[in-house]
């Protein structure tokens, strides 16, 4: 077992299952907040996660496989994703692989949606692209269960700023195509969550549109 | 060079003098305290600052020991904030700028409380977080600006325990009298605890401690219950953050700053990332003068010059929109 990652709320290890790599996530104490909030916290995010990137491969997005579910020790065992990072990819100059993946992420966003799923943590750290083209969604500790336009909006919304925060040279153009993307599912949705999203914005701190 | 920085946006009415080595040759305040249980009433706040102006540059002048003559620049704080409030700060700005001929400098807030804790804590490149009456929000320079990676999306920190102190009957600002009283306290209440992604929201939170308080729970336990929540929302949001960006150093600032908790919280997340943190200087967490004469220096000495006829105030100028020509082109992510 071999930590790779240090995460923000968890440790990931590589080891290996019946001659697989598998990818260990472990939730760590964190000491900063009380132990009955972290134990909370904690619990119920690993809980929820692996049943929730469960119910995204039904819904017809690639997630990790779940091979095991450890409550006592928030640990869950997963599949090993061999394929480069979004974060990676959206850091280059705009190109043809920007809008593929853009629209795919649109795409499966609203597979997502349309099962009630909301990801609540879109970003491009969190989605992996393999070699034959296939767009992992991970971490789906902050999801949850809705089918509430408000909910699809700041899902949606969380993205853009990710987007606008870590690739603004890109950020504009690729947000237009997920929402395409989205669109291609969720049609009518699609404008609903489009007026949605702006009104989020609005809502927030200093957003001129607002008077 | 010097320069003179107003700082009026909200409460506080501030004037001082900086100067280009980064000495607060002086920063001079005045707060206007609402009636108690009543939070900041715009006008009121406006026409204590008007009274208050004259004397405050004038103690500004005499405690740096400067002639107004001899100030090279005149900054003010722009936006964004309290339009009435704004106002005067500006109005005030013109009148010494066109008098002594001296350029005018226009600040953004959050950006002063952001340079001000860089000059105080030497850090280079941090991942920030702004904790204020106006602001709740984790940003990162990149590329000639200051990005936001995770804010609040309804009411601020500062907000939320001012009006948690003005349920229990105390003046605004209030985050001090809650921390002391969190300190009596010890019982956690179940509160909620809202992250959305990098986000927070902590309109929830509050309206569940008002309805604590109405069902007789401990005030001391709901102060600390509440602060346990809300800083422990702000520091996974920023976790968050560190461990996207990878940043080495962590820097607090703003009013909610002074708070020791919330220091020691992010004490320990910094250590985990191995970064460096360091909070801004205890005399310069709440709003003054000196964060917008400092910030007024650099602006200067980049070139950021306006116009009296383009100088009116900005109540909703996003951080994120204020170009930063002083720190270029800055670590791209």
Redesign the interface.
């Known amino acids: 077992m071999r930590l790779i990652k240090k995460g923000a709320e968890a440790n990931l290890y590589l080891s290996e299952l019946n001659g697989k790599p598998v990818l260990i996530k472990r939730r760590v104490e964190k000491s900063y907040r009380l132990g009955t909030l972290d134990r909370k916290l904690r619990s119920y995010r690993t809980i929820h996660e692996a049943q929730l990137i469960h119910e995204a491969k039904s819904a017809g997005v690639p997630t990790p496989i779940i091979y095991l579910v450890d409550e006592e020790s928030f640990t869950i065992v997963m599949e090993y994703i061999v394929g480069e990072r979004l974060k990676e990819i959206f850091n280059k100059p705009f190109k043809r692989s920007h809008v593929n993946s853009s629209r795919l992420i649109g795409k499966q966003v609203a597979l997502l949606h349309r099962q009630n799923i909301i990801h609540g943590d879109l970003t491009t750290s969190n989605m992996i692209l393999t070699e034959d083209g296939k767009l992992y969604f991970i971490d789906f500790g902050l999801g949850y269960h809705s089918n509430a336009l408000e909910d699809r909006g700041v899902d949606l919304y969380l993205l853009k700023r990710a987007l606008t925060s870590t690739h603004h040279r890109v950020a504009n153009r690729c947000f237009k195509l997920v929402l395409e993307g989205y669109k291609t599912v969720l049609k009518k949705d699609g404008e609903l969550v489009t007026l949605k999203i702006r009104e989020i914005e609005r809502r927030g701190r200093y957003h001129g549109e607002r008077m | 060079m010097l320069c003179l920085g107003i700082e009026s946006t909200a409460h506080t009415f501030g004037i001082a003098v900086a100067s280009e080595s980064g000495e607060i040759l002086s920063d001079v305040r005045a707060v206007y305290k609402p009636p108690t249980g009543s939070g900041i009433h715009p006008r009121e706040a406006a026409q204590h600052h008007v009274q208050i102006a004259p004397k405050i540059l004038q103690e500004a002048l005499r405690k740096a020991s400067v002639r107004a003559e001899e100030v090279n620049a005149v900054a003010f704080s722009m936006g ?1 904030g309290l339009g009435p409030v704004l106002r005067v700060g500006a109005t005030v700005a013109r009148a010494l700028s066109l008098h002594l001929k001296k350029p005018l400098i226009p600040v953004h807030h959050a950006i002063g409380h952001i340079e001000i804790a860089a000059l105080t804590t030497g850090l280079r490149d941090p991942l920030t977080v702004i904790v204020s009456g ?2 709740t929000a984790i940003v ?1 320079f ?2 000639g ?1 200051w ?3 995770g ?4 009411i ?1 920190l500062g907000n939320l325990l001012d009006a948690l102190a003005r349920k229990l009957g105390y003046p605004s600002p209030g985050g001090e009298k809650i921390e002391e009283l969190a300190e009596k306290g010890g019982k ?1 209440i179940d509160l909620p ?1 809202t ?5 927070v929201a902590y309109s929830g939170l509050l309206t569940a401690a008002v309805k604590k308080l109405k069902e007789s729970a401990e005030v001391e336990d709901v102060c600390f219950s509440v602060q ?2 809300a800083f ?1 929302m702000l ?2 949001a920023t ?2 953050s ?3 960006l990878e940043k080495k150093e962590l820097m607090l600032t703003g009013g909610v700053a002074a708070n020791r908790r919330l220091q ?3 004490k ?2 910094s250590r ?2 191995n970064a460096v943190f360091k909070v801004v200087d205890r005399r310069f967490t709440a709003d003054c003068g000196a964060q917008i004469a400092w910030t007024g220096i650099l602006a200067y000495k980049a070139g950021v010059i306006l116009n009296v006829s383009e100088s009116a105030v900005k109540p ?5 929109q204020v170009p930063i020509p002083w720190r270029g082109d800055g670590i791209c ?1």
């Open positions: 964004p106006g602001h990162a990149s590329n600006y990005r936001v990676f804010e609040t999306e309804d601020t956690y605890y992250v959305k992604g990098n986000d346990e929540i422990a520091v996974e976790e968050r560190l461990a996207h020691a919280m992010f320990e997340i985990e990332h909703r100028w996003r951080i994120d992510v």
